[in-house]
């Protein structure tokens, strides 16, 4: 956590330097109450209302470094908070295929929102209130120094003793800050589970399941969330009594010194806020502290994201050969897939994948991508082991089109593109050839038409083109596609199918369950599995 803070330790430099203003301005004007009251005492106009005007200016400084500190230290946490997610989601960027599908989207979603507001909340915030507690204990505490040097020992005894008792809770702290970031994290998949199945639910007449489980998970966070409160509340409860005994006893400590004439009586206004600054910072820091330690294990959870280390591997600069497929075994744990698989995809022709569904048709495609490396056998693209090639570097050559296609939010513009720089002849090719111009022509807003949350303002079979257009755009050679054209009209998946087919360039491994005589014209080889 304290990483963010040495990133950006030039803005956290001036917000220190902010803290300490305001903790001085606060420091003067409580040494001016003195001033103020001693002049009371022996009813000294002039001197008191001197006094009255400097303790004015002081609180104004100390009202201007507020405003500052407020604006800075937001500012500075929203840099160090989105560095944060930054560094999360470039581990994601270097993580495999099934390192990232461990988790759920909804646990990463979890990371990426609530724990960065645990983070903002109970470590950054923390960090700065015990920063400016500590400058303002300090402060104090050479100001007391101005009074008698007794009332600075009696704070040091009483700030150890204060600070010692709350560090008994400080595992069962983290143990339950841990659990309380896991049950939100639990929390937000069951929601997004059952808020995506609403269409099914309806169909069913079964809308009041969603209530049921976002209920079910909201109490089981409620009791995580009240299990970390009665430990919060005993570390608060241990704090404030050293608080309350150290404000008391300074308070006694400088009646005594007054009594004995060491002190004047104005003294007591002044020593009672500089106690009561001091001894609220101890108070509370144990608590702060202990709050600031429990986020701890949420950092040590994003770094379970794997890297993936490219540096032995060679990139793959250009494809002169295809694909070849030998003594290939795949197996999800125990149940076997792929056995002893033999098969050479030529470069430039065009296959067809047929067979039964299990058997193993997507697996083949999603090893021939790069997604699944933990295969037995051999497969090789261009001479070169799959595994020796970085992912990255192979999805530079090798386009591969889902089943079910996502759409993003945004316009079907967008979801070509997504957000990269195309030509306009670029776009429309790839819109002809996925036969997305009629669709297209149809609309209102043309291409710049929204497609809604996940595409849903637009049919499978439109979904299926504008998918189809976002890989055409990007110019690859070798196009892999599972069912591409299956939700598709006989006409459209015809031509769709025919434009790539017919390509020279191209090299296609399509799957498919219905395998058309027209096309079947145009393919080199067939490969089938049972």
């Known amino acids: 956590m304290f990483k963010y803070i040495k990133r950006f330790w030039k803005d956290n430099l001036i917000v220190g330097f902010i803290l300490l203003g305001s903790a001085s301005s606060q420091t003067i004007a409580s040494i001016l109450n003195a001033s103020a009251f001693n002049a009371l005492i022996i ?3 002039k001197e008191f209302v001197i006094a009255a005007l400097q303790m004015f200016l002081a609180y104004l400084f100390f009202l201007l470094f507020t405003y500052f500190q407020v604006v800075k230290t937001n500012d500075t946490i929203q840099k160090m908070v989105t560095s944060i997610r930054e560094d999360i989601t470039l581990r994601m960027e270097q993580t495999s295929y099934n390192n990232f599908h461990q988790k759920s989207e909804g646990t990463y979603a979890s990371w990426l929102s609530s724990d960065i507001h645990i983070i ?4 950054y915030e923390r960090i700065y209130d015990v920063a400016a507690g500590i400058i303002g204990t300090f402060t104090s505490i050479v100001a007391l120094l101005f009074f008698h040097w007794s009332l600075v020992i009696w704070s040091f005894v009483v700030a150890g003793i204060t600070l010692l008792l709350p560090r008994l809770y400080q595992k069962k702290m983290n143990k339950a800050a841990l659990f309380t970031t896991k049950e939100n994290e639990r929390f937000l998949t069951k929601t997004n589970d059952v808020l995506g199945g609403f269409d099914t639910l309806f169909s069913y007449n079964m809308l009041k399941k969603i209530t049921r489980d976002v209920k079910e998970a909201s109490v089981k966070l409620a009791k995580a969330k009240d299990s970390q409160a009665r430990i919060v509340g005993k570390v608060a409860i241990l704090g404030a009594l050293g608080n309350v005994f150290g404000q008391l006893t300074i308070l006694v400590l400088t009646g005594f010194l007054a009594f004995r004439s060491l002190l004047s009586i104005g003294s007591m206004a002044s020593t009672g806020g500089l106690a009561s600054t001091i001894f609220n910072t101890v108070g509370n ?8 330690q429990s986020t701890q294990p949420i950092f040590d959870k994003f770094e379970t994201i794997q890297k993936v280390d490219h540096k032995d591997k060679k990139p793959l600069l250009e494809i002169n050969k295809g694909f070849q497929v030998n003594h290939l075994d795949y197996a999800y744990g125990d149940k076997e897939i792929l056995s002893n698989l033999h098969f050479d995809f030529a470069l430039k022709n065009k296959y067809a994948i047929v067979g039964s569904s299990g058997s193993g048709k997507s697996t083949l495609l999603n090893i021939l991508n790069g997604k699944l490396t933990d295969y037995e056998g051999s497969v090789m693209l261009s001479g070169k082991e799959l595994k020796d090639i970085s992912g990255r570097d192979l999805r530079e050559q090798v386009l591969y089109i889902d ?3 996502y759409l ?6 967008y979801n070509i593109t997504l957000g ?3 030509t306009d002849k670029q776009l429309a090719l790839a819109i002809e050839n996925s036969d997305l111009q009629a669709f297209i022509d149809s609309l209102s807003e043309g291409i710049d038409t929204s497609v809604g949350e996940a595409g849903r303002s637009l049919s499978g079979g439109q979904r299926q083109r504008v998918a189809l257009a976002r890989g055409l755009i990007r110019g690859k050679t070798c196009i892999l596609i599972d069912e591409g054209t299956s939700n598709l009209d006989e006409i459209s998946a015809l031509k769709i199918e025919e434009s790539l087919l017919s390509n020279p360039e191209l090299t296609v491994i399509m799957i498919t369950h219905h395998l058309r005589p027209p096309i079947e014209k145009h393919l ?5 599995l049972t």
């Open 403 to 405: 089943q079910f296609p």
């Open 120 to 123: 903002e909340e109970q470590t």
């Open 408 to 413: 993003f939010e945004g316009t079907i513009r």
């Open 420 to 422: 990269e720089d195309f």
């Open 524 to 528: 080199d080889g067939i490969l089938s």
């Open 43 to 45: 009813f000294d106009f």
């Open 285 to 292: 820091i144990s608590q702060q502290i202990s709050g600031i």
